[in-house]
Nanobody, 113 residues
Framework: VQLQAFGGGLVQPGGSLRLSCAAS????????MNWYRQAPGKQRELVAG???????NYQDSVKGRFTISRDDAKNTVYLQMISLKPEDTAVYYC????????WGQGTQVTVSS
């Protein structure tokens, strides 16, 4: 199983980014797919998830600003982020949960002016 996360970068407060997680060896439509993030000195935390049935869940701090979605044909999960804040700065990780847990390599998101 491989999860390749990309799309991070440096953005100003109020800006937007879209993260992508391309999966191989696992079907995103048959897994519980998640985005986690870890800021310096903090524990890794769940940001958003999407179930096999397409039900989504979000951490309270990102509700209304982040949207998780998936493209089954491309076997890819996305995290659309708008109205970004400095406190969103972190390394973002894609995670697949099925019979086991699998993690991507992480992509850095920095929100700064």
């Amino acid at each position: 199983v491989q999860l390749q996360a990309f799309g991070g970068g440096l953005v100003q407060p109020g800006g937007s980014l879209r993260l992508s997680c391309a999966a191989s060896g696992i079907s995103v439509s048959l897994s519980y797919m998640n985005w986690y993030r870890q800021a310096p000195g903090k524990q890794r935390e769940l940001v958003a998830g999407i179930t096999r049935g397409g039900i989504t869940n979000y951490q309270d701090s990102v509700k209304g600003r982040f949207t998780i979605s998936r493209d089954d044909a491309k076997n890819t999960v996305y995290l659309q982020m708008i109205s970004l804040k400095p406190e969103d700065t972190a390394v973002y990780y894609c995670c697949a949960r099925s019979t086991d847990w699998w993690w991507g390599q992480g992509t850095q998101v920095t929100v700064s002016s």
